[in-house]
């Protein structure tokens, strides 16, 4: 049966191949150290679930909630803003409770894209970006760039060369998967770019709260005026170890707020009642959880980035982010990072991300992410160090072994 049209819009799901090799060699006894999904495995702060198991015993919260979320949660996000960034917001007109940053991304394509749009998109990204556009009749043009002086020009021939005028631009910062970041200067630059070419702005804010060398990465929305034109997404699951909570946020331009708030009325009845209480009592905390998970996440990085090293893999410390970007080792970077993290799987017991599917420009990346202990990082680095020790002098004659299945 010939598939729908959407469904053939997306190409196969690069991350399924990994998982399915991952799944058959734990199948068969393989104790495979999961450095791929950037799945936190850190336990949701006790404070935010005893608010959780008290609310939920209320009968009333049982009943359908609100799609854009309570205003209790909505008013708690706004001050966050207030505090973190200085930024001023109207929790009744300027933020909306998503289930996830990933489904607010999906559903503001949906609110704002019509057939044959075209969208601004860093390529490699996290898939999200491109495909919620894609998925909702868009057209996406990818720029190979970093948060730098080669920024704008790349967004002026984007531009230049699209057919229609592009109708956004998505920014990524601290970036997944690439872990870079942007500065304030940087977003002054692009706010005033998109106010001048008439362009919205969507920011994904959700890795905001996870960095290490000192300087908090800033919001777009910091720069005066980006309120104009810029919508940004934030994220519960890394900051609070909230993953599974499906809790996120969507704030800035009323206008675009309005359009994803009505899309998702129609969608959704939001989060339980109980979860977005417990969101809320995160989010008026003192910032303490905030600051043991950023101090778990810096302790991995650093022990990553050292006993990988020791191992013969040298990858650059991410300044953000629960990811490190890696570049191929050069003997096995011919063969493209999904062939190279199959081998990893099969030959290191270690699995991590492969580039390309973050675009065709990661290609020669795979991404790790923090989700292990630190003991088992550094069993990591030893099984890698055994796999580079007897297979880097050959690398042309290491074949994954489903190739012989």
């Not at 960034?85 to 894209?113: H, R, W």
């Not at 956004?168 to 770019?193: E, G, H, Q, R, W």
């Not at 989010?283 to 303490?288: H, S, V």
Request: hydrophobic residues 40%; charged residues 20%.
């Amino acid at each position: 049966m010939e598939e729908f049209h959407k469904v053939r819009r997306l190409p196969p799901y690069v991350f399924e191949q990994v998982n399915r090799l991952k799944a058959s060699a734990r199948s068969h006894g393989a104790d495979i150290i999961d450095l791929g999904m950037g799945n936190p495995d850190l336990p949701t702060p006790k404070a935010i679930v005893d608010k959780l198991c008290e609310v939920v015993r209320d009968p009333r919260t049982h009943r359908y909630s609100s799609s854009r979320g309570i205003p209790g949660l909505r008013r708690a996000q706004a001050n966050y803003y207030q505090r973190r960034f200085g930024v001023k917001l109207n929790p009744d007109t300027q933020v909306v409770a998503t289930l996830g940053s990933k489904e607010g991304f999906a559903n503001m394509a949906q609110a704002i894209t019509a057939p044959g749009d075209v969208i601004l998109c860093p390529n490699p990204t996290y898939p999200i970006h491109a495909f919620g556009f894609i998925m909702s009749g868009g057209v996406i043009r990818s720029l190979q760039v970093e948060p730098d002086d080669g920024f704008i020009p790349a967004v002026e021939r984007g531009i230049r060369h699209s057919i229609p005028k592009p109708l956004a631009l998505i920014l990524n910062y601290p970036s997944n998967p690439t872990a870079l970041v942007a500065s304030l200067d940087f977003y002054k630059d692009v706010v005033a770019f998109a106010k001048k070419n008439d362009i919205i702005i969507l920011s994904d804010l959700a890795y905001s709260e996870i960095y290490f060398d000192g300087n908090p990465p800033p919001s777009v929305l910091q720069v005066p005026g980006a309120m104009d034109v810029c919508v940004e997404f934030t994220s519960m699951s890394k900051t609070f170890s909230m993953p599974g909570w499906r809790m996120g946020f969507a704030v800035g331009n009323e206008r675009l707020i309005s359009a994803l708030t009505r899309v998702k009325s129609y969608l959704d009845y939001g989060a339980f009642t109980p979860i977005q209480v417990a969101a809320a009592h995160a989010l008026n905390g003192d910032g303490a959880d905030i600051e043991e998970v950023r101090d778990v996440y810096h302790k991995r990085r650093d022990v990553m980035v050292d006993s990988f090293g020791r191992a013969g893999w040298t990858i650059p410390a991410p300044a953000a982010s629960m990811f490190a970007w890696a570049p191929i080792p050069e003997p096995f970077r011919h063969l493209g990072s999904l062939e190279f993290s199959k081998l990893l799987i099969e030959h290191a017991d270690v699995a991590v991300a492969p580039g390309v599917g973050f675009g065709e420009h990661g290609d020669d990346y795979v991404r790790v992410a923090l989700v292990e202990n630190e003991h088992r990082i550094r069993q990591a680095a030893r099984n890698i160090k055994k796999f580079l020790a007897t297979t880097a002098k050959q690398p042309n004659n290491v074949v994954p072994l489903a190739a012989h299945r």
